[in-house]
């Protein structure tokens, strides 16, 4: 079973919607971090969320976690065409490699 | 100007021949990864490096070996290539020049078609 799983598997809305990505995990964390992929480049971090914080936020990005239930939330407001991407919840245990889910594909139509 | 780049962008490989992927970093990190991505798997880690010299079996090593001969340049290399190993390839480095940090920074990645 995977160490981390975004929910769901697929999103579209419409620009100045605002939308909201889940994930959840399988282990003691360090931190959490959230990445984007756009089509054709390789992932890029968003947000790193630390296991003693309940939320961060990073302009139109807001990130929660509770690691009580080990989940974690990203949601950006007013979407633009932009945000169309690939977007993946990585937790970090502290050491050398970083977990990522199979992401969720959220498109944004004008 | 890129900080992680990739070469080949593109590969067509025969079954059975050897191909070699290369990355190369500016941002001066000790930790150097390969991953592969397919549909449905999202990122998998392949090796890993934490130095120049060094290298370590990720979760998915088998059919793939790894060099890293400077702290610049980690390299992939699959020694016999199969139809299965069909996928896109991307290299990241992090860590910083010391320590352990989450942050990983990707390069654009290679598309690689084993015939």
């Known amino acids: 079973s995977q160490l981390a799983e975004e929910n769901p598997w697929a999103l579209s809305v419409h620009e100045g919607e605002s939308v909201t990505v889940n994930c959840s995990y399988k282990?003691?964390?360090?931190?959490l971090q959230w990445y984007r992929q756009k089509s054709g480049e390789g992932p890029a971090q968003l947000i790193l969320i630390r296991s003693n914080e309940r939320e961060k936020r990073n302009g139109r990005l807001r990130a929660t976690l509770d690691t009580s239930s080990q989940s974690s939330s990203l949601s950006i407001t007013a979407t633009r065409c932009e945000d169309t991407a690939v977007y993946f919840c990585?937790?970090?245990?502290?050491?050398?490699?970083?977990?990522f889910g199979s992401g969720t594909r959220l498109l944004v139509s004008p | 100007e890129a900080a992680v780049t990739q070469s080949p962008r593109n590969k067509v490989a025969v079954t059975g021949g050897k191909v070699t992927l290369s990355c190369n970093q500016t941002?001066?990190?000790?930790?150097m990864y390969w991953y592969r991505q397919d549909t449905g798997h999202g990122l998998r880690l392949i090796h890993y490096s934490y130095g120049a010299g060094s290298t370590e079996k990720g979760d998915i090593p088998d059919g793939y070996k790894a060099s890293r001969p400077s702290q610049e340049n980690f390299s992939l290399i699959l020694e016999l290539a199969t139809p299965s190993q069909t996928s896109v390839y991307f290299c990241?480095?992090?860590?910083?020049?010391?320590?352990?940090?989450?942050?990983?920074?990707f390069g654009p990645g290679t598309r690689l078609t084993v015939l």
């Open positions: 941002n001066n990190h000790n930790n």
């Open positions: 282990t003691s964390i360090t931190a």
């Open positions: 990585a937790p970090w245990t502290g050491g050398y490699k970083v977990v």
């Open positions: 990241a480095s992090g860590g910083g020049t010391g320590g352990v940090y989450a942050e990983q920074f």
